[in-house]
């Protein structure tokens, strides 16, 4: 069985690719009649801490120019894109919460002890109704499930709780109300058959989900990881890189109480609060080393911003230029933000997929670009020879096509 990467759609053929909607190279696109680009996705998400970062499927957020999150309450809060993943298919988002509060969350729960046959519970928005629960057993546990393009999902949590469209994101729950899972497929062909990316890997994928260095162009140096325990989950220091703050302060081994006085025992609480810090600030880290508790102090440094105009010529063939208001009225362009192609390189990556100058590059992988410095950022982490889809504007037509990096590994 073979699922479009985009969309999630089944389809038998085994030339199947992408669904029709889900991309064609640029210039098939572009010869087509103009398609309607407003589209709704509903979908589910969880709140992981009380400042608003909310988990889901990389497929729920996929292309969206606007995200709005309904509360259990019905209150409405308008969120951005932190980071997106499409080959784990998860992403995180963030929310404000309304000043002066704090917002419910739940916390990820583990699943290395699941058996099949134990009580699931699946909550979401299946078809829009709103806070839906099911229940259900676990089937099977190390599913996987191969995507077009060689893209595999694998070690997922099989359930026959009823998971419909509109429950990808949400939390699947064991019978103590613990976090064990994001769902996030089902198969059209059949019933009672659900699948969830379990929590072990949704921990292990928020590592670079919230990348606060690269989030924030920072050195930190020392790499944390989760580990479950028999009197509960706790933080380790699994590596410190040479010559950085953290290097001589810290050690691979030492378990993590708090940082600045905030204690810290799961690996999401210790990404969102580093991500509220800028450059230059010193944190102060309380962790049990060798059975001492032992504070030290670790000041982070601010690191350079990459120069997006250089890294879209080197590795996509590209010279761009931001737009403006008044670039958008002289040229009469559709939007007001993103970057002009200026000129497209004879050969290089971006013309072997039939970019051409004057359309707008808007989107990067699950990105939407508005300025040199945030496509920097999106380049400086993309290796030689890897595929990435980007989002390309001519006059009013939208299309999306994957393209081949190029550069020195």
Not at 54 to 73: E, G, M, P, S, Y
Not at 319 to 342: K, M
Not at 379 to 403: D, F
Request: net charge negative; with cysteine.
């Amino acid at each position: 069985m073979r699922f479009c990467t985009e969309c999630g759609h089944e389809n038998n053929d085994p030339t199947f690719q992408f669904c029709v909607n889900c991309g064609e190279p640029l210039d098939d696109i572009f010869r087509s009649p103009l398609r309607p680009q407003a589209v709704q996705s509903l979908g589910s998400g969880v709140l992981i801490n009380n400042q608003g970062y909310i988990v889901t499927n990389a497929h729920v957020i996929r292309r969206a120019q606007k995200i709005t999150v309904i509360l259990h309450d019905a209150s409405q809060l308008e969120a951005k894109l932190i980071s997106a993943d499409a080959t784990s298919d998860l992403a995180v988002l963030k929310v404000q919460p309304p000043e002066g509060t704090t917002l419910p969350f739940l916390p990820l729960g583990r699943s290395d002890d699941l058996m099949v046959g134990e009580t699931v519970i699946a909550i979401g928005n299946p078809l829009g109704y709103a806070n839906s629960v099911t229940t259900g057993v676990v089937s099977a546990v190390e599913r996987t499930l191969e995507f077009a393009g060689g893209v595999k999902c694998e070690n997922l949590v099989q359930t026959d709780a009823p998971i419909n469209p509109g429950n990808s994101g949400g939390p699947l729950l064991n019978i103590r109300g613990e976090w064990i899972g994001i769902n996030t497929a089902i198969r059209a062909d059949a019933r009672n058959i659900g699948f969830a990316i379990p929590a072990d890997m949704v921990a292990a994928q928020l590592a670079k989900l919230l990348d606060f260095e690269r989030i924030n162009r920072v050195t930190f140096g020392a790499t944390v990881a989760p580990r479950h325990g028999e009197s509960g989950d706790h933080l380790v220091v699994s590596s410190v890189r040479e010559s950085t703050p953290a290097a001589g302060k810290l050690a691979p081994g030492d378990v993590l109480h708090a940082v600045n006085k905030t204690p810290v025992s799961q690996i999401g609480d210790f990404l969102c609060f580093m991500l509220a810090q800028k450059g230059d600030t010193v944190l102060t880290i309380s962790v049990l080393r060798d059975g001492d508790e032992v504070e030290v102090e670790v000041q982070l440094v601010d690191r350079s911003r990459p120069d997006g105009r250089a890294l879209a010529q080197a590795k996509l063939g590209l010279t761009v230029r931001e737009i403006d208001a008044e670039l958008a009225h002289d040229l009469r362009l559709p939007v007001e933000s993103g970057l002009l192609v200026v000129e497209v390189e004879k050969d290089g990556p971006a013309a072997a997929i039939g970019v051409r100058p004057r359309d707008v590059l808007f989107q990067v992988a699950q990105f939407y670009v508005k300025n040199a410095e945030g496509l920097g950022t999106l380049l400086e982490e993309l290796p030689a020879g890897a595929n990435v889809r980007i989002g390309i504007l001519r006059g009013e037509t939208a299309a999306w096509a994957p393209l081949k990096v190029r550069g020195k590994d």
